[in-house]
């Protein structure tokens, strides 16, 4: 099992940056693929991003592409989000999470297996 643990949240102005970062314990960091998603109020969970093992690869949801950036630092089993240009918009809880299968990579809700508690941003105009 996978435990994930998200920081990192809080209260950024639009156009501001903020980075989350996530530490996951459990199973071996290197072997697991890691993302985002958040949660908006009366909205469902989306996707956010996606790290592979490696971290030779990433990928972003549209709304995002180009203003976050996903990494990991696997001698310290943390994944990180860089999220710059901040709209509005992007005001949601935002939850670390893993998938089980190594050859799955966590960019569906229903492909998730391990979720992180989830930190709170929020944009203000």
């Known amino acids: 099992q996978v435990q994930l643990q998200e920081s990192g949240g809080g209260l950024v102005q639009a156009g501001g940056s903020r980075r989350l970062s996530c530490v996951a314990s459990g199973r071996t960091f290197t072997n697991i693929h890691l993302g985002w998603f958040r949660q908006a109020p009366g909205e469902e969970r989306e996707f956010v991003s996606v790290?592979?093992?490696?971290?030779?690869?990433?990928d972003y949801a549209a709304s995002v592409k180009g203003r976050f950036a996903i990494s990991r630092d696997n001698a310290r089993n943390t994944v990180h989000l860089q999220m710059n240009d901040l709209k509005p918009e992007d005001t949601a809880v935002y939850y670390c999470?893993?998938?089980?299968?190594?050859?799955?990579?966590?960019?569906?809700?229903?492909?998730?297996?391990?979720w992180g508690r989830g930190t709170q941003v929020t944009v203000s105009s």
């Open positions: 790290i592979s093992k490696s971290g030779a690869l990433t």
């Open positions: 999470a893993a998938t089980a299968d190594t050859l799955v990579v966590p960019r569906t809700v229903a492909g998730v297996a391990f």
